[in-house]
Structures are given as C-alpha cells and as structure tokens.
C-alpha cells in the first residue's frame, strides 16, 4: 500500500501541536496522523521543499511582525528537527513560495502589506533575510480593502517574475528577480476588477496561462501570460457559485491537476469545492460544485499521485478525502475524514 506525507498547518495557541504530520493511504484515502509539532503561534502556512526534506512555516501572529521558520522532516515518522526562525517584517504572514532553484523563498505579510525575500543556505535549509517590499493604497471595500493585503505569492515559469496578489488594492503586483543580488526590482502591476479582491494563484502546467482565484467577488479570473515582460491579459472570469445564490461566503484556494485538465476553487459560507474542465485556450467549464464535507474550506490539496483531493475544512476540524475522477475530474467523497483542529493548510512532502 502507498503512503504519501504531508503536514498539516493550523491556528493554535503556541503550546499546542499546531502542526501535524499525517500519511495519505493511497489505497483508500485513509488518513493517519504520525507526529506533532508545538511551539510556534498560528503556524498557519506551510510548505514543503521540492525534495521532501525541509518544512517552512510561518507564524500568522496578527499585526505584530510574524516569523517563518525552517525544519528538517525525518522522512520515516514526519517528525521536524528546528533549523532556524526570522522575522518577516510584517504582520500575518500568510503564504511561501519558492524559486524554481530553491533557493529562494518569499512572505507575504497580509496585515502589513508587505513581503520579504529570504536566501536558502543550501547545506542545511536554514533562512537568510534578502530584500523587502511594500505596498500602497486601497480598494472601495472598506471593510476588506482600506489598505493594501498581500495573500499570496507565485513565481512565473520562467522563474524570472515573481507576482503578488494584494487583495487590498486589487492588484497584480509584478517583480523581476535579480537571483545574484538576491533582490525584487519592482516591475509593473496588473489592475483586478473593482472589489474583487485577488487572493490565490496558480499557472496552468504547460500553456501560458495564469489563474486568480478573486476572495471577495468568488470568481476565477483567466489571464493569458506574456512572459517576457510580465504581461497579463484577461480571457475569462467564471463564478465559483451555483447560479443564483446569494449566502454570505468568500473564496480561498485554487489548484490545478498535474495533467492540466483540471481545476479547483473552493469556497468558505456555501462550504464547497469548484471542479472546472480546463478547455481551449485554458478557459474554464464547471463541471460540478461539490459540498467540502466540513465547515470553511481555506485550503486543499490534490496529493502528487493526482488520485485525491484533501480539503481542509477549518470551522468544522476536519479534513476530508476526495477521489479525483479521472474522466471528469469529479469528487467523491472515500468516507475517509480525520479530525484535526482549526486545519487550514496542507503541504505534500
């Protein structure tokens, strides 16, 4: 039977096991906990290096500055051995990225409307503060968009831009990499539709296409990519909603399939997974709106096998196993659903 690691993050009191390391069955869908880790404030975000062997977290603690800090995973039990912690300058660090080299990494810092740059020391995984950047102005939200909210990072193909979706100014924001000077040399922005509020993205696999899963408005915005200047241009926004309904609710995460065929966005209120074929061109075609099995789906994870899809449902403590139908891309729930508390991000080691 297979076995997939990954690691749970999670809003805890700095004396709880705020992160987990869990085994995907991939047989069933099944999920066991191995491991857990205390000691850090709202380890909310978390990723894992591209070789399975290092863990970055952030510590989501509010307006006051936050901290990412970096593990060393012992592959046999998920258990992390502590590296080092800095500062990100800014408060509520909320999402990681990393260059396609791996040796770089960025922060977004959500309240305070920046983000951070850090070098990777290749011998042990440890973080070197590089460069920093902020952000100006607002959106006509003024309950959600009085300042500028950095929510995400995503480094283009090329691993020559890196690009901000800042939900606070309803914007793009563009910086070209200088991987020498380990520096942002700021670029250009690309304007989102008004209260929007952009919050994830994710590149398609192959074509030159980028997506924007919008927080506020619960659309998907479709943008042909140029990559030598940067240069977005939109094709399609597409509803993560059923047709007519108006509940209270917001978006949070998207992802496409490692094949390209697929896509999905979830939702926090109507508590659901948008599944899209991915068509000509990269545009989308719903395909269904699937209940996540829980109460705020913030994120979720397609495993590296493609079979599943794992939400984590954050008001109702849980995460729930989809199989991922390989004809459509449908979900169907396995029966499989661990209980975990507060659980909002999911990383494949």
Avoid: W
């Avoid at 700095?14 to 857990?36: F, N, P």
């Avoid at 999402?95 to 983000?115: P, Q």
């Amino acid at each position: 039977m297979g076995q997939q690691l990954f690691f749970v993050g999670s809003y805890s009191a700095k004396e709880q096991e705020g992160i987990s390391g869990m085994v995907l069955h991939t047989e069933d869908g099944a999920i066991t906990r191995l491991s857990g880790q205390a000691g850090i404030l709202n380890p909310s975000f978390l990723r894992s290096n591209e070789a399975g062997t290092r863990l970055y977290v952030v510590s989501e603690t509010g307006t006051e500055p936050g901290s990412v800090h970096s593990f060393a995973i012992h592959a046999d039990n998920g258990e992390l051995k502590a590296i080092n912690e800095v500062t990100t300058q800014g408060g509520s660090p909320c999402h990681i990225e990393f260059d396609a080299t791996g040796k770089l990494l960025v922060v977004t810092n959500y309240t305070g409307g920046n983000l951070a740059l850090y070098g990777i020391e290749s011998e042990d995984g440890a973080l070197v503060p590089a460069d920093f950047a902020a952000h100006e102005g607002s959106g006509p939200r003024k309950d959600r968009q009085e300042a500028p909210h950095p929510h995400s990072a995503i480094i283009d193909p090329a691993n020559r831009y890196v690009l901000i979706a800042d939900l606070g100014i309803d914007r793009l924001v563009h910086y070209e990499i200088d991987h020498a000077a380990q520096k942002l040399v700021r670029h250009k922005e690309t304007e989102m539709p008004a209260g929007a509020g952009p919050r994830h993205m994710a590149f398609h696999p192959q074509s030159p296409v980028l997506y924007v899963i919008n927080e506020l408005d619960s659309t998907v915005g479709i943008y042909d990519y140029e990559a030598e200047q940067s240069q977005l241009t939109l094709k399609q926004i597409i509803s993560t909603l059923p047709e007519g309904y108006d509940g209270a609710t917001t978006c949070a995460d998207i992802h496409v399939t490692a094949d390209g065929r697929f896509l999905y966005a979830s939702n926090r209120g109507h508590d659901s997974i948008a599944v899209y074929r991915v068509v000509a061109e990269g545009k989308l075609e719903l395909v269904e709106i699937t209940p996540s099995g829980g109460r705020t789906p913030r994120n979720f994870a397609i495993s590296p096998d493609g079979q599943y899809l794992l939400a984590a449902n954050q008001e109702s403590d849980n995460i729930v196993t989809f199989r991922i139908d390989e004809a459509t891309g449908g979900l169907t729930p396995t029966g499989n659903v661990i209980e975990t508390s507060k659980p909002v991000c999911i990383a494949f080691a």
